[in-house]
């Protein structure tokens, strides 16, 4: 069973920073394509980013400019950077795994979540 473990996450002001990073086990990081999900109190779980096995990287609209995704294959680790927090970007950060050639039908993995909280 794949293993994702999410860091980094913690209490900053509006218009801080944080970098979130999630280590993989096993084989799973280097088949899959990576990714940052976030839910939000009362809210649907919503894509904030992910990146590709090749490093091509996609962002929800809301993201774009200020957070950046990234992935070091050496270390099996994914990782969000997050600028220009707003309180908005309040929420349970959860990292996932996509890989089509784990199993037969392929597989999704999570990790356990890591909570941002953007407040004054």
């Known amino acids: 069973q794949a293993q994702l473990v999410e860091s980094g996450g913690g209490l900053v002001q509006p218009g801080g920073s944080l970098r979130l990073s999630c280590a993989a086990s096993?084989?799973?990081?280097?088949?899959?394509?990576m990714g940052w999900y976030r839910q939000a109190p009362g809210k649907l779980r919503e894509l904030v980013a992910d990146i590709s096995i090749g490093g091509r990287t996609h962002y929800g609209d809301s993201m774009k400019g200020r957070f950046t995704i990234s992935r070091d294959n050496a270390k099996n680790t994914v990782y969000l950077q997050m600028n220009l927090l707003k309180a908005d970007d309040t929420g349970i950060y959860y990292c996932?795994?996509?890989?089509?050639?784990?199993?037969?039908?392929?597989?999704?993995?999570w990790g356990q979540g890591t909570q941002v909280t953007v407040s004054l």
């Open positions: 096993g084989d799973i990081f280097s088949r899959s394509a």
């Open positions: 996932n795994a996509d890989c089509p050639l784990c199993g037969p039908d392929g597989e999704d993995y």
